[in-house]
């Protein structure tokens, strides 16, 4: 069965400090792949998606992540944090069936703290 | 372009009750999901339509509920005799064939 973990409920880092949230997905094929950014009450913002290609993909915000086939794993990553970064994180693998379009399988999500 | 529209964004009802939900999504989009996210968790899919057909329901998706995309536009979920299990943050998104899924803010419902 098609699944995401993020392994990471929490995550706190200072404001300024790198950062990286992890995802394991387990999918019996090529996978689309996405980072989604919630803030508390609000809906999803897609941050940026793997579909094909160039392993390392760019995304909004200063944000990247790279899809590594071996280890089943697309982590996000930034170099430098921002107090507005503080949200929750979701990624999320699809689609499950091709011609029933992508909906998407979510990890549980990361809830990143960001201290001044 | 505005986006993908839910209505409301809060609901609070009692147990027992009827709720209806609207998305507008984008107008482009043919593709329309509903998603059900409770607190602690991702979303979780719940239907999917393509244009107006309803192609495919999780089994998370009782007899209670129905959604409908009347003319392949605007999209409503009702649940029926709601129940506090219910409570959760109810997602819509809109996508044109297999691009990404652009989602709604939610509306947030609470059964009481």
């Known amino acids: 069965a098609q699944s995401v973990t993020q392994p990471d409920i929490h995550i706190t880092v200072s404001e300024g400090a790198s950062l990286e949230l992890r995802c394991n997905y387990s999918?019996?094929?090529?996978?689309?792949l996405f980072w989604y950014v919630q803030s508390p009450g609000q809906g999803l913002q897609l941050l940026l998606k793997?579909?094909?290609?160039?392993?390392l993909v760019q995304g909004i915000k200063g944000f990247e992540a790279e899809f590594k086939r071996s280890q089943s794993s697309f982590n996000l990553r930034k170099p430098s944090v921002h107090w507005s970064d503080a949200a929750e994180y979701f990624c999320?693998?699809?689609?499950?069936?091709?011609?029933?379009?992508?909906?998407?399988?979510f990890g549980a999500g990361t809830i990143l703290r960001v201290k001044s | 372009d505005t986006g993908v529209s839910q209505n409301p964004r809060h609901k609070i009802t009692k147990r027992g009750q009827n709720v209806t939900f609207r998305c507008d999504p984008i107008?482009?989009?043919?593709?329309l999901y509903w998603y059900r996210q409770t607190l602690g968790q991702g979303p979780e899919f719940l239907t999917y339509?393509?244009?107006?057909?309803?192609?495919?329901k999780s089994r998370l998706l009782s007899d209670r509920f129905s959604a409908e995309r009347p003319k392949g536009s605007f999209s409503t979920l009702e649940i029926q005799r709601t129940e506090q299990g219910d409570s959760a943050m109810y997602l819509c998104?809109?996508?044109?064939?297999?691009?990404?899924?652009?989602f709604g803010q939610g509306t947030r419902l609470t059964v009481v």
């Open positions: 998104a809109s996508s044109f064939k297999n691009t990404e899924a652009f």
């Open positions: 999918y019996g094929a090529t996978p689309y």
């Open positions: 793997y579909f094909s290609g160039d392993t």
């Open positions: 999320a693998v699809g689609p499950l069936g091709r011609e029933y379009g992508n909906k998407l399988v």
């Open positions: 107008s482009e989009h043919n593709r």
């Open positions: 339509f393509q244009n107006e057909a309803q192609l495919e």
